[in-house]
């Protein structure tokens, strides 16, 4: 069953430390990406990666870090330099430069700050 | 980057067909329409994408505009699960998708 995995659904952090999302995929896909999601609001781009060790800033980079060491994964940290970390953290994969084929999404990581 | 527009909210009626409509005056010639929707708590999903012409797939149609300066998603009958966020992208070779807001739309049995 080919698909995008998250892990963990829901995450609690205390303030200062880091913490890495799981996002593993087995579509074969080049690209991936992480979004941020507040309450209300749409998707912002944290990273993308659009082939192996390789990766790029999106528009909201600032206190988050990824590594592509592997096509299948593309784990994000968010680390204490991140002011307001808690939100919805989605990955997303799909074919590298296809305007033509959709993104599959994952279930998304809910990360709250205590 | 391109950009797109779209009603905040919209509300329809169980089994009535929904006409959710974009704007995307911006658009370049190679920029493909997507559409995904996403419903609470859950990641996106996608609905549709076209070019220049109208497209149908078994979750809805998409209906884009001769100058490809606007296009809508039509719902052909609504239900429940069909409440969501929608939303409109163009998809820009080499780049990541670009999420706006989206429209909410409620449905009312």
């Known amino acids: 069953d080919g698909g995008i995995t998250q892990s963990p659904k829901y995450l609690f952090r205390k303030e200062g430390q880091n913490v890495t999302l799981s996002c593993e995929q087995n579509?074969?896909?080049?690209?991936m990406y992480w979004y941020r999601q507040d309450p209300g609001q749409g998707l912002r781009l944290i990273y993308y990666s659009q082939i192996v060790n390789d990766f790029q800033k999106g528009d909201i980079a600032e206190g988050y870090s990824v590594s592509r060491e592997k096509k299948e994964s593309f784990p994000l940290t968010v680390t204490s330099a991140q002011k307001n970390p808690t939100a919805f953290y989605l990955c997303?994969?799909?074919?590298?430069?296809?305007?033509?084929?959709?993104?599959?999404f994952g279930q998304g990581t809910r990360l709250t700050v205590v | 980057d391109a950009k797109t527009t779209q009603p905040n909210s919209m509300e329809s009626n169980e089994e009535e067909p929904v006409h959710l409509p974009c704007n995307h005056s911006t658009i370049s010639g190679t920029d493909y329409i997507h559409w995904y929707r996403q419903l609470p708590s859950q990641g996106p999903e996608y609905v549709i994408h076209?070019?220049?012409s109208n497209v149908n797939n078994r979750m809805a149609s998409l209906a884009i505009a001769e100058d490809r300066k606007s296009s809508t998603l039509i719902l052909h009958r609504a239900t429940l699960r069909d409440a969501a966020v929608y939303y409109c992208i163009l998809r820009e070779s080499g780049y990541a998708l670009n999420f706006g807001k989206g429209t909410s739309l409620l449905v009312t049995p």
């Open positions: 579509l074969n896909h080049d690209a």
């Open positions: 997303a994969s799909s074919i590298r430069d296809s305007m033509n084929t959709e993104a599959f």
């Open positions: 076209g070019l220049t």
